[in-house]
């Protein structure tokens, strides 16, 4: 299971036990599930062994739009084109769900959403709402209220596609993600498909928000620092939508095990790759 991310956001939590208070946000491109079913087995027993509440994948390559129930009573939601090829197949998009973050998906209106059959004749985009509860504390009294996260999963065209095949699934990816309130908070799990480099600070001293890089919010210092031109068309979507990378935040051996908790200020939403 190469290149696996691990996010964990708090305070915001799903509904879980007391003594669990993160929400653990995986995301990968699993390069195809069709001939080797036991992926599947083994993603739902990963899922409940590391008390994973989300998985975002990326190359199913199944076909059509399904539910499934894992193993071990995961939700998996399924998006790929009506028919694949014998062989070469490609492209589809899923998110699984633990039991308890399907209960909160279906409690918020079991809403989908799910990009059309795009670049390269595949499906690429999938997003869902999932709705939680948080604990509010107004003058010393604890208050439950409800908040809605957009969980999108996003296959990026890769780079024997062209620039404008690249701009064309950005505005889907806009597009998808202008349909929904500002209020919620977005995580996007992507392979990206793009080397979007790190944040460069001309002293070690600079803060990020001194640095001219239009990117200084949006990168951690970690990761492969080389940006290229496909990675140039990313950060201008990670500025439009204000999506911060999560994995550029920590060193590439803590990627596997740690993940980000953003700041309280804005941009609050995340993307992962």
């Known amino acids: 299971m190469q290149g696996v991310q691990e996010m964990q956001y708090s305070p915001k939590t799903a509904d879980h036990p007391d003594t669990d208070n993160t929400l653990v946000i995986y995301t990968q491109n699993i390069q195809g599930i069709r001939s080797n079913e036991e992926k599947l087995e083994y993603i739902s027993r990963m899922m409940e062994s590391k008390s994973i509440d989300a998985f975002m994948i990326q190359e199913m390559h199944l076909e059509g739009d399904f539910f499934k129930i894992l193993l071990k ?26 039991p308890e973050m399907g209960t909160n998906w279906r409690n918020g209106g079991s809403v989908i959403r799910k990009g059309e059959t795009t ?4 499906t690429r985009l999938l997003s869902i709402d999932v709705q939680i509860k948080t604990k509010v504390i107004i003058k010393t009294k604890s208050k439950i209220k409800h908040m809605q996260i957009l969980l999108l999963s996003s296959y990026h065209p890769t780079s024997g596609y062209s620039k404008a ?3 064309k699934f950005n505005l889907q990816v806009s597009a998808m993600i202008n349909q929904i309130s500002e209020k919620n908070i977005l995580i996007m799990g992507a392979d990206l498909n793009a080397s979007i480099g790190t944040r460069l600070l001309n002293d070690k001293s600079m803060n990020a928000r001194d640095c001219k890089d239009p990117s200084a919010d949006l990168l951690g210092p970690h990761g ?7 990675g140039d068309l990313i950060i201008g979507i990670l500025n439009q939508l204000q999506l911060r990378a999560a994995s550029t935040f920590l060193p590439t051996k803590m990627v596997m095990t ?16």
Not at 224 to 230: D, H, L
Request: proline share 11%; hydrophobic share 30%.
């Open 258 to 273: 740690h993940g980000f908790t953003p700041p309280q200020k804005s941009p609050t939403n995340l993307t992962t790759s």
């Open 165 to 167: 095949d690249a701009n």
């Open 73 to 98: 009573g995961q939700l998996l939601i399924h998006h790929g084109p009506n028919v694949q090829p014998h062989q070469g197949a490609k492209g589809g998009v899923v998110i699984i769900l633990s």
């Open 224 to 230: 492969n620092a080389p940006r290229k031109a496909r």
């Open 119 to 122: 670049v390269g004749d595949m």
